[in-house]
């Protein structure tokens, strides 16, 4: 267990999630292009792409911890360091609003659809976009939650992370995958 928890923390195995599921997101984008006339499938996939590539990026080079540094060191010098929880906490209740009503949005197009995959990836999206908001802004109550209350050994923060990536794949390999209806009235 100690083994499949140290691969589940660790940061390389969420940068090639996020690689992966960029990839991937280009292979739907590709694959919509092919099938659909509408400009806006393609352009939906490519833009995903595009955020999971700079997540990857973000997470490679350790991004989040140097922003939440930054921020801590701009606090200091403005000298508003010692109030800086009630700021931290009104932006970590705004990101999670605000992504709730998107997510929210997502789920009602989730059963409006028969296209299950567009709402999936979105809701996948917007969740790993806020975690990475709200994971900058390092609340000391978030981050106890997030890195030191493991469940097994593994992280809240990694079973959160790598489970919005394996939605955003699953979405992206269903856009992939060929139509069956068009494969069966072909065989025909």
């Known amino acids: 267990m100690d083994a499949l928890a140290g691969l589940l923390n660790s940061n390389g195995l969420r940068v090639a999630a996020y690689a992966v599921a960029a990839l991937l997101c280009v ?3 590709i694959r ?3 099938v659909s006339n509408n400009w806006r499938v393609p352009a939906f996939w490519f833009a995903i792409a595009a955020i999971m590539f700079v997540l990857a990026l973000s ?3 350790e991004l989040g911890p140097l922003i939440s540094e930054e921020g801590r060191e701009l606090a200091k010098q403005q000298g508003w360091y010692d109030e800086r929880r009630a700021y931290q906490r009104r932006a970590v209740e705004a ?3 605000a992504g709730s009503m ?3 949005a997502g789920f009602i197009w989730l059963f409006a659809v028969p296209s299950r995959q567009y709402p999936l990836a979105l809701i996948a999206v917007v969740f790993l976009v806020c975690y990475v908001l709200i994971r900058a802004i ?3 109550e978030v981050d106890t939650v ?3 209350r493991p469940i097994e050994g593994i992280r809240i923060n990694a079973l959160l992370e790598l489970a919005a990536i394996a939605l ?4 992206a390999l269903i856009a992939i995958a060929p139509d069956r209806r068009s494969s069966s009235i072909g065989a025909h």
């Open 102 to 104: 998107v997510a929210a």
């Open 59 to 61: 997470r490679l080079v």
């Open 95 to 97: 990101i999670a609003v």
């Open 146 to 148: 997030l890195y030191d």
């Open 138 to 140: 390092s609340l000391h």
């Open 168 to 171: 955003l794949s699953v979405a």
């Open 27 to 29: 292979a739907a984008a």
């Open 32 to 34: 919509e292009r092919t």
